[in-house]
């Protein structure tokens, strides 16, 4: 190995860095061992050149001084990984990174990224370590090589972070080392680039009556629970016990943001729920919507929303006003005419073109919040939006629904190119997308640029384990209701027949594919079957994209994480 005096971080932070190092290795080469760092003596052998004998000798009497406190710490922030992983977080940013091995020695899933921050000199003495003692990360590592003093949110983010996943925040003391004002301002920035459902563990040491730290926490939108050093530390049996019970971590989950919770709380009280909550309900919200075909009278206000979203296929005026809105009427295979929306800008041609199919629960016509994601798409996308309004159910069923919507993207493919055509499915209109993908796969037309599906059902069955605890916090679906409307959908086919369960279909070779779910949504475990089987598919590349706490189709709504999802559409398409 080259000399490495000369990159050797002598002052400030790095000092610490190379402290903990020295713990680290010490404690690996113990029996009972509290974990295993196989790389952290390399980091000391090549410190030691750096300094002079006796500032070593003070370094190591300092490591012997916080030996077994800090050597803890490690093993508690491991701990706390693993918790983050269980809980299926997949992005995990380390603070300060220093000299941290955890990319390389805690086993972590392969499709984990781990961002390290810190400053450019850590990282000129740190790489070089690694390369020479040929360290492999198990999963995907990114270094960021950043002053958090600095504009460290864009470096974050220019390295690949993803805002719309939830993260796991690492501090294992940097933000105490800032001044105050520092590090409040970079706990401020990670909560702004904090999906629901992510991790961030502070330390509570500083015991000042002036500041609560839980309470302004709380503030930022993080749902906060303290636990105390000796509680925490007490399984592990090491001497480093405090005696004030104040000491400990406060571990913060990311909350929902308020409109979030407003628009589920809405739902709630709209009781949309109840009209699928067996499978008697969802019989007599069918036969209301037979009623309404009829002209018979709603009886209250939920019954009135849904005969309108059953009878309405124009689009709404606001949407007719803002953009041009062309319709036509074609007639499928088995004779039933389908009404197709083309909705562009007014003031510019359209640079993409998009296959949109709304949901509806296979009984009902597209929703207010299709409308309102076609709009977005036209205006931020720079699209024109293919809208065709399928039979319902039980006249429209898998046995030809998905073949006409292939049909439909056939033809735009033909005249417009593959690379122009995108396919975007919302709820069971994203069940239609996938089967319709398939087909044209099947049929050897290219695939289209990019495969949105948003909160897809995939198995028709719905017999999963899961479904149990998810309808519990699930407002808006409930699996005995979908299950009869599933069956009304499916007609003569079996039901595992790809055309109205894709779960089962050949999803290999469909190009890019974006998937996204919520988990108060009982088809989230149908999502996160999907996703842990798309490793497996050739010719497949699929992004998910999961959010904590977020319901059905939440991606059509007014809400910052909603924002957040329409966006990544919108980067996709672009692309």
């Not at 000369?6 to 009972?32: H, Q």
């Not at 925490?232 to 919770?261: C, E, F, K, M, N």
């Not at 909550?277 to 209301?288: D, Q």
């Not at 919507?405 to 005249?415: S, V, Y």
Request: charge should be negative; proline fraction near 6%.
């Amino acid at each position: 190995m080259a000399d490495t005096a000369s990159n050797v971080p002598v002052d400030g932070v790095a000092v610490t860095a190379i402290g903990v190092a020295v713990i680290r290795a010490r404690e690996t080469e113990r029996t009972d061992r509290l974990y295993d760092d196989p790389l952290a003596q390399a980091f000391v052998d090549a410190s030691r050149a750096g300094f002079a004998a006796k500032r070593w000798a003070q370094l190591m009497a300092v490591a012997d001084r916080f030996y077994e406190g800090r050597t803890v710490a490690v093993r508690l922030v491991d701990d706390r990984i693993g918790a983050a992983l269980d809980a299926g977080i997949r992005q995990i940013v380390l603070l300060g990174a220093g000299l941290d091995t955890r990319a390389f020695r805690l086993g972590l899933p392969r499709e984990t990224v781990v961002f390290e921050i810190d400053l450019p000199d850590i990282f000129a003495f740190k790489e070089p370590v690694l390369d020479h003692a040929d360290a492999v990360p198990t999963c995907l590592r990114r270094v960021v090589a950043t002053d958090l003093r600095h504009d460290w949110r864009k470096a974050l983010l220019d390295s690949g972070f993803r805002a719309d996943v939830p993260t796991c925040w690492v501090d294992e003391g940097t933000l105490g080392s800032l001044a105050q004002e520092w590090s409040q301002r970079v706990v401020a920035t990670l909560t702004e680039m904090s999906a629901p459902g992510s991790l961030f563990g502070v330390a509570r040491f500083s015991l000042e009556i002036d500041f609560d730290i839980e309470r302004w926490l709380s503030g930022l939108g993080w749902a906060t629970q303290f636990r105390s050093w000796n509680d925490t530390v007490a399984p592990l049996g090491r001497p480093v016990t405090h005696p004030d019970p104040r000491v400990g971590t406060i571990t913060a989950v990311r909350r929902p943001s308020p409109q979030a919770q407003q628009y589920a709380d809405q739902i709630r009280r709209l009781g949309v729920k109840q009209m699928v909550v067996s499978v008697e309900a969802a019989k007599a919200t069918v036969e209301l919507l037979r009623r309404a075909a009829a002209t018979q009278p709603p009886k209250n206000s939920v019954e009135a929303e849904l005969v309108r979203r059953a009878t309405t296929t124009r689009p709404p005026t606001d949407f007719a006003e803002k953009f041009a809105v062309s319709t036509e009427v074609i007639t499928d295979t088995r004779g039933n005419e389908w009404m197709v929306h083309t909705a562009t800008a007014r003031d510019r041609a359209p640079e993409r073109t998009i296959v949109y199919v709304h949901g509806g629960g296979w009984v009902m016509q597209i929703a207010d919040g299709d409308w309102f994601l076609c709009g977005e798409l036209i205006t931020n996308a720079a699209a024109r939006v293919v809208i065709p309004l399928y039979p319902l159910a039980p006249e429209g069923t898998g046995e030809f629904v998905p073949d006409t919507i292939a049909d439909i993207t056939a033809q735009l493919i033909t005249d417009n190119g593959a690379g122009n055509v995108s396919l975007i499915g919302d709820s069971v209109g994203a069940t239609i997308t996938l089967s319709a993908a398939q087909i044209l796969r099947d049929r050897g037309v290219p695939n289209p640029h990019l495969t949105v599906l948003i909160a897809p059902t995939l198995d028709i069955r719905l017999t999963e384990p899961e479904l149990e605890v998810l309808d519990k916090v699930d407002p808006f679906l409930s699996p005995a209701g979908c299950r009869y409307l599933n069956s009304l959908y499916r007609g003569g086919l079996p039901a595992t027949d790809p055309r109205v369960s894709p779960m089962f279909g050949n999803n290999d070779h469909l190009g890019h594919l974006l998937l996204f779910s919520g988990t108060h949504d009982i088809l989230n475990c149908q999502a996160r079957k999907y996703a842990a089987l798309a490793p497996t598919f050739t010719g497949t590349h699929l992004e998910y994209h999961e959010a904590s706490q977020m319901i059905h189709i939440w991606v059509t709504s007014p809400t910052p994480e909603g924002q957040v999802a329409r966006e990544t559409i919108y980067r996709a398409l672009r692309q």
